[in-house]
């Protein structure tokens, strides 16, 4: 399998492989597990310019086809990441992209600028999908020009390739994306969490501590697949796919609606060896059908000129 072709490129961002963990789903402490210079790249938690607490617990709850989880964002602040997270992963030599957090247009341009004078910082991965404090209260990634903005202040400070994180919780995500696309975006994440909420029908309480969450797991890879490929009508930027990837055969789906590359969350925490054991079935589906480099898979589904994609 060594004849394979699996690099992909983000913007002007080379990843020898389409595979790469999800942030909020990986940490340093994996590298007793996997080794972290097989992966595409390296993607820790999001971070914030503040230490933050996070939310009330429980933050995480079981559910049928995956979980529901709302951390709030647990962070010790940019200046911690800088001096104590980064300096783990300088050992590698994957790229790695920092996601980052924040509660204002400005605040998100602040920090791109700070984490953009570290070396060992390959891409920046902007998570809109949390609310604006300073604004009208609503998602960044909720709103067009609120997107746009984000983006447009980012691409001001930095060169770093930008990949815009969306969330599904829209009702046009082609809207979003190009947004971002025209603020300056590298790349697209598709997609965060979808808002979900789970209550335990004996104590008649939320399940999670903050009523809310956002739902991942198996169960919502459908949605991401359609939102991919959605996406992908509008656009020609790199579309990272993210959301229910469990198995490479998941990953071959992403790629045939139009995905580039792919981030692995919740199987990570089912089997600590899921983005390893991803990217070998990967490789031996390229082997038993022929497939000699990735890029041949992107945006291939076969839809008949007469089917009709509308419900």
Same mark, same amino acid.
């Given at each position: 399998?060594?004849?394979?072709?699996?690099?992909?490129?983000?913007?002007?961002?080379?990843?020898?492989?389409?595979?790469?963990?999800?942030?909020?789903?990986?940490?340093?402490?994996?590298?007793?597990?996997?080794?972290?210079?097989?992966?595409?790249?390296?993607?820790?938690?999001?971070?914030?310019?503040?230490?933050?607490?996070?939310?009330?617990?429980?933050?995480?709850?079981?559910?049928?086809?995956?979980?529901?989880?709302?951390?709030?964002?647990?962070?010790?602040?940019?200046?911690?990441?800088?001096?104590?997270?980064?300096?783990?992963?300088?050992?590698?030599?994957?790229?790695?992209?920092?996601?980052?957090?924040?509660?204002?247009?400005?605040?998100?341009?602040?920090?791109?600028?700070?984490?953009?004078?570290? %070396?060992?910082?390959?891409?920046?991965? #902007?998570?809109?999908?949390?609310?604006? $404090? @300073?604004?009208?209260?609503? !998602?960044? *990634?909720?709103?067009?020009?609120?997107?746009?903005?984000?983006?447009?202040?980012?691409?001001?400070?930095?060169?770093?390739?930008?990949?815009?994180?969306?969330?599904?919780?829209?009702?046009?995500?082609?809207?979003?994306?190009?947004?971002?696309?025209?603020?300056?975006?590298?790349?697209?994440?598709?997609?965060?969490?979808?808002?979900?909420?789970?209550?335990?029908?004996?104590?008649?309480?939320?399940?999670?501590?903050?009523?809310?969450?956002?739902?991942?797991?198996?169960?919502?890879?459908?949605?991401?697949?359609?939102?991919?490929?959605?996406?992908?009508?509008?656009?020609?930027?790199?579309?990272?796919?993210?959301?229910?990837?469990?198995?490479?055969?998941?990953?071959?789906?992403?790629?045939?609606?139009?995905?580039?590359?792919?981030?692995?969350?919740?199987? %990570?925490?089912?089997?600590?060896?899921? #983005?390893?054991?991803?990217?070998?079935? $990967? @490789?031996?589906?390229?082997? !038993?059908? *022929?497939?000699?480099?990735?890029?041949?898979?992107?945006?291939?589904?076969?839809?008949?000129?007469?089917?009709?994609?509308?419900?």
């Amino acid at each position: 399998m060594d004849h394979l072709q699996l690099g992909v490129k983000i913007g002007h961002l080379y990843l020898k492989n389409p595979i790469m963990p999800a942030s909020g789903a990986f940490g340093f402490e994996m590298e007793t597990l996997i080794d972290f210079n097989n992966l595409g790249a390296i993607v820790p938690k999001s971070i914030t310019k503040h230490p933050r607490g996070g939310n009330a617990t429980p933050r995480v709850c079981e559910v049928n086809g995956g979980m529901i989880n709302s951390i709030g964002i647990q962070s010790k602040g940019v200046d911690y990441y800088v001096k104590e997270i980064l300096p783990h992963y300088e050992r590698y030599d994957t790229p790695l992209i920092s996601s980052i957090s924040a509660d204002s247009v400005e605040e998100f341009a602040e920090m791109a600028e700070i984490i953009s004078r570290e %070396s060992i910082v390959s891409g920046i991965e #902007l998570n809109i999908s949390c609310p604006n $404090l @300073k604004g009208n209260g609503k !998602a960044f *990634g909720m709103d067009a020009a609120l997107s746009y903005n984000v983006v447009k202040k980012v691409k001001d400070v930095t060169d770093k390739p930008i990949i815009a994180k969306l969330t599904p919780n829209v009702t046009s995500i082609q809207e979003i994306a190009l947004a971002c696309e025209k603020g300056g975006a590298d790349a697209l994440n598709v997609a965060n969490t979808f808002l979900a909420m789970a209550v335990d029908i004996y104590t008649r309480e939320p399940k999670i501590g903050n009523v809310l969450g956002g739902i991942s797991g198996p169960a919502i890879k459908p949605l991401i697949v359609r939102m991919i490929y959605q996406v992908r009508k509008v656009t020609n930027l790199p579309i990272i796919g993210c959301g229910g990837v469990m198995t490479w055969e998941d990953v071959v789906e992403m790629l045939l609606v139009g995905a580039n590359a792919v981030q692995v969350g919740t199987a %990570s925490f089912i089997n600590p060896t899921a #983005l390893p054991d991803i990217l070998e079935g $990967l @490789k031996e589906y390229m082997t !038993a059908n *022929g497939v000699k480099d990735i890029n041949e898979l992107v945006g291939k589904v076969n839809i008949k000129h007469n089917q009709v994609e509308s419900i």
